[in-house]
């Protein structure tokens, strides 16, 4: 077994480079012009289809590190959730125009999906920070248990919301 400061920097180290490949794909989609084109599901955007797939692995491999975890094998779990905690960070945008803009379903639901999608970013965050000691021990939650639980049930959320979303702007 690798010493644990071993594993924390492979694990910050690993969701870094996840978030800075995810992010430079979508620059190099815009970059390219082609993040507005035609996506391989056949109704929205190229870019909207790589973040619905990104969207259903990601809440897939946060559910299996949970299941890390249960089985005890807490080392590939902090590796698993830091790199989905990250990529997720590089996943996120939205604009809205205006608060009239809201009287628009798909627009209100997107808007939901973001608001639950900051703070489940945040709770994420809070605990990768934590896992791998980043955060000065004063700042560690002692609920941490209760936290991973709602964290993982708002990226659920957050997921479910992001299919209704991907539904109202591109199949409706």
């Known amino acids: ?102 009287t628009n379903v798909g627009n209100a639901i997107t808007v939901l999906h973001a608001v639950f999608g900051v703070l489940t970013v945040a709770g994420g965050a809070w605990l990768v920070l934590q896992m791998n000691d980043v955060l000065p021990a004063r700042w560690h939650v002692r609920w941490w248990k209760g936290l991973m639980r709602a964290t993982l049930a708002g990226y659920w959320a957050v997921a479910l919301l992001g299919i209704a979303t991907y539904y109202y702007w591109y199949a409706a």
């Not at 507005?36 to 909207?48: I, R, S």
């Not at 289809?49 to 590190?65: A, F, K, P, Q, S």
């Not at 790199?83 to 809205?96: D, E, M, Q, R």
């Open 1 to 102: 077994s690798l010493p644990m400061a071993t594993i924390r920097r492979w694990a910050l180290s690993a969701g870094v480079v996840a978030f800075a490949l995810v992010g430079a794909v979508v620059y190099a989609l815009h970059a390219a012009g082609k993040a507005d084109g035609g996506g391989p599901l056949g109704v929205g955007t190229l870019l909207a289809d790589i973040n619905l797939g990104l969207e259903l692995l990601l809440v897939l491999g946060l559910t299996w590190g949970m299941g890390l975890a249960r089985s005890g094998n807490i080392e590939a779990h902090r590796v698993n959730q830091t790199i989905w905690v990250l990529v997720n960070g590089a996943l996120a945008s939205f604009k809205i125009p205006n608060l009239k803009a809201l």
